[in-house]
């Protein structure tokens, strides 16, 4: 495949992207908008507030008020990009609105402490918080049909801070805007950053060991697995703690895959968008949860995989105990402090078919950004809405590269060859691959949201049994046919 630069790689990784995630959510492009207050024509201003005060009490940016104090309770999840980028994104927001304070909570686990206020209600609630919401879209949805999430639809019909006259809408990596999850046509969580993910390994190892960093077929992979193992190393390792983390490198993106394989795309994507029968059971689900099987039988996963947490796994990578890790394009940022002078990250993608042409389809997803709370004052609301329009100036975008690890929102980022340069070296090494490779990009999106009980437990079900499947001790089939006639009986109620 014919090499390009990184700009247009960039440009061109996005594009796919989105492709495949323009319907995304219940809205989508054609998702019926609500009007805001708080919409702007130009210059920035909100209609609502710089009508009502002098022009010399408001920020010319905003037309919010310079001289009403304000102090924003902030919930911040110091996960996997760290906290340099975000640290310096309020301090370079507090310097440019003095009268604005924000009392940050950070933890790894933020979504904990995020349940607990919402259960104890509004009073010590945060005005925003990153880290998703507990219970995921069962309970964002609930969230917002009791009205207490604040939508943001109209942020992206804002001009930028620091580019006059370009909205979010305009600026947005192509599709992204139409992309974007929705609930009734509404966003709930202005995306900051995005991210790849796959199979990420030492490169020099590779290089040391003669083992191909990119086999084209399944054959060539479990070859490669095989003489891993030959070497006395764990061929694949995730954090069994979360199980979830295998899904990076065998997820929803490889059902893709398969189903492009077996000539099954279009009937297996609406199936999948739509949460339709057969689900758990589709073909496709069968048999990449049956492959992962007749790894784990041969010993290709780490024996007592369920007691590992994420850091304990990538340290196996880092020290040569185990060659791929699956993850995210965050591992590098994640463990920059433990990793050795001169590693270098590499990457590949699991390649379910036979032809050495095939094309790979790898995760990408973009997020990370802050809900807020409806039943707050509402200058506090939009103060939030300024900050989460604010994390998209360039600097703060450059950091979340260059300092968290992840990929910007803004398709001018990598108009400055310096400045793609700052994209990290796990990132980096994703890009190559799809420089070398066919690849589509998957987000696993739904179009339909299941809030019966019944799906909780399927869903259970399924995560409670991936560590068991992945060391060959039980066999995917009937779990998956249990877990389908949860769905049914959640497809059933939802009717």
Not at 68 to 75: N, P, W
Not at 225 to 243: E, H, Q
Request: net charge negative; with cysteine.
């Amino acid at each position: 495949m014919r090499k390009r630069n990184l700009t247009t790689l960039f440009t061109i990784v996005c594009m796919l992207a989105v492709l495949l995630s323009a319907c995304a959510g219940n809205g989508g492009s054609n998702a019926p908008k609500e009007s805001s207050p708080a919409s702007t024509n130009s210059g920035g201003k909100t209609n609502a507030d710089s009508t009502s005060k002098p022009e010399e009490d408001v920020y010319p940016e905003n037309g919010l008020p310079k001289n009403e104090k304000v102090t924003l309770k902030v919930g911040f999840a110091n996960q996997g990009m760290g906290k340099e980028w975000f640290d310096a994104a309020v301090e370079s927001f507090e310097k440019k609105f003095p009268n604005v304070k924000l009392d940050i909570t950070s933890s790894p686990d933020i979504a904990k402490i995020t349940s607990t206020k919402i259960a104890a209600g509004d009073d010590d609630m945060f005005d925003m918080f990153s880290g998703g919401i507990p219970g995921g879209n069962a309970a964002l949805n609930s969230l917002v049909d009791a009205g207490k999430l604040e939508p943001v639809e109209h942020l992206w019909d804002r001009e930028l801070y620091d580019k006059s006259g370009t909205t979010l809408k305009d600026i947005s990596l192509e599709g992204q805007f139409e992309g974007t999850t929705r609930i009734l046509g509404q966003t709930y969580s202005l995306p900051i950053a995005g991210t790849g993910a796959g199979l990420f390994f030492d490169k020099k190892l590779f290089e040391e060991k003669g083992w191909n960093n990119n086999p084209k077929t399944w054959t060539e992979f479990t070859d490669l697995l095989a003489a891993i193992k030959a070497d006395g190393l764990i061929p694949i390792t995730y954090p069994g703690v979360y199980p979830g983390y295998i899904s990076n490198a065998f997820g929803p993106w490889s059902l893709f895959h398969i189903a492009m394989v077996n000539d099954n795309q279009d009937a297996f994507t609406k199936q999948f968008r739509e949460y339709a029968n057969p689900y758990y059971t589709s073909d496709e689900m069968i048999e990449m949860w049956n492959r992962v099987y007749e790894l784990g039988k041969k010993g290709y996963f780490p024996k007592g995989v369920s007691a590992l947490n994420h850091t304990q796994s990538q340290m196996q990578v880092l020290q040569r105990q185990a060659a791929l890790a699956s993850n995210g394009s965050w591992i590098g940022n994640e463990m920059k402090n433990a990793t050795p002078e001169g590693f270098e990250w590499g990457f590949m993608a699991v390649p379910f078919g036979e032809e050495p042409d095939q094309t790979f389809v790898i995760r990408n997803s973009t997020g990370n950004g802050f809900h807020i709370w409806a039943n707050k004052p509402e200058l506090n609301k939009k103060w939030a809405m300024e900050f989460s329009l604010w994390l998209w100036n360039m600097d703060v975008q450059e950091l979340i590269a260059e300092k968290g690890g992840m990929l910007p929102v803004r398709k001018d980022f990598t108009e400055d060859a310096a400045r793609a340069d700052k994209l990290q070296n796990a990132p980096k090494a994703m890009f190559e691959f799809i420089d070398n490779n066919k690849v589509l990009m998957e987000s696993g999106f739904h179009t339909v949201t299941l809030t019966d009980p019944a799906f909780q437990q399927a869903t259970k079900l399924y995560t409670d049994s991936i560590n068991e499947i992945a060391e060959g001790t039980k066999d995917p089939v009937p779990m998956l046919e249990e877990a389908e006639k949860l769905m049914e009986k959640a497809r059933q109620a939802q009717k």
